[in-house]
């Protein structure tokens, strides 16, 4: 396998209740999944190309579960990509040069059989881990956005986050409110609105997290 490695924040939004049931290993909210995500790639490489600074993002939808399969997934590279970069980026993106099950990426293409055509756009994005606070736009694709979640008894901001020592996304990420707007490309989401979203510092290679 070629030798790659990401670094980089990430902002994610599905129609899931807050916390993701699929971050406890059960079924979707309402048995169905549907998500939007944006990465920030700080510093990466994919064997001699350099990704620093770059941008990707990707829309998904399952019919079910995730681990049941048959779902669609569209990514979007940064325009700013040179043609080096976007096959790099989209190999790593389907889970090419992966071992099995090693990312979410691995994970999302396997579960995906229905890949729609990858889409070049500007994206930008406005990420704060800390505050559980986010932006983005991707092109006029996409665009999400992220809260904290409101206590529900004082309405003020609730801090709470997910440690998954052996997770194949992210070592610990914040949880926060998120809603997603669809507005162009081939994958259109009806139910992100005030549903779970995640901010969480990324570093990956082909062998899956990397754990500090």
């Not at 040069?97 to 500007?122: G, I, Q, R």
């Not at 092109?139 to 997770?167: C, D, Q, W």
């Not at 669809?182 to 901010?199: F, P, S, V, W, Y």
């Amino acid at each position: 396998m070629k030798d790659w490695s990401i670094q980089g924040e990430e902002l994610a939004n599905c129609n899931c209740n807050y916390g993701c049931p699929c971050q406890f290993s059960v079924l979707p909210t309402d048995g169905t999944c549907e998500a939007a995500v944006v990465y920030d790639i700080k510093k990466g490489h994919y064997g001699d190309v350099k990704l620093d600074g770059l941008r990707a993002g990707g829309v998904y939808k399952w019919p079910g579960a995730i681990h049941e399969g048959e779902g669609h997934m569209q990514l979007i590279i940064d325009e700013r990509a040179n043609a080096a970069q976007r096959a790099a980026i989209e190999t790593i993106m389907t889970g090419g040069d992966t071992n099995e099950m090693a990312t979410m990426w691995f994970v999302f293409s396997a579960m995906c059989p229905n890949k729609h055509e990858t889409l070049y756009a500007p994206i930008s994005a406005e990420l704060n881990i800390a505050e559980r606070t986010g932006s983005a736009k991707v092109g006029g694709i996409f665009e999400i956005t992220a809260k904290p979640i409101a206590h529900v008894v004082t309405g003020e901001p609730h801090r709470i986050s997910i440690t998954l020592p052996n997770g194949f996304e992210f070592e610990n990420a914040e949880m926060a409110s998120g809603q997603t707007k669809t507005t162009g490309g081939d994958i259109e989401l009806l139910k992100n609105n005030a549903t779970h979203a995640h901010l969480a510092s990324l570093h990956l290679t082909g062998s899956g997290v990397v754990r500090t």
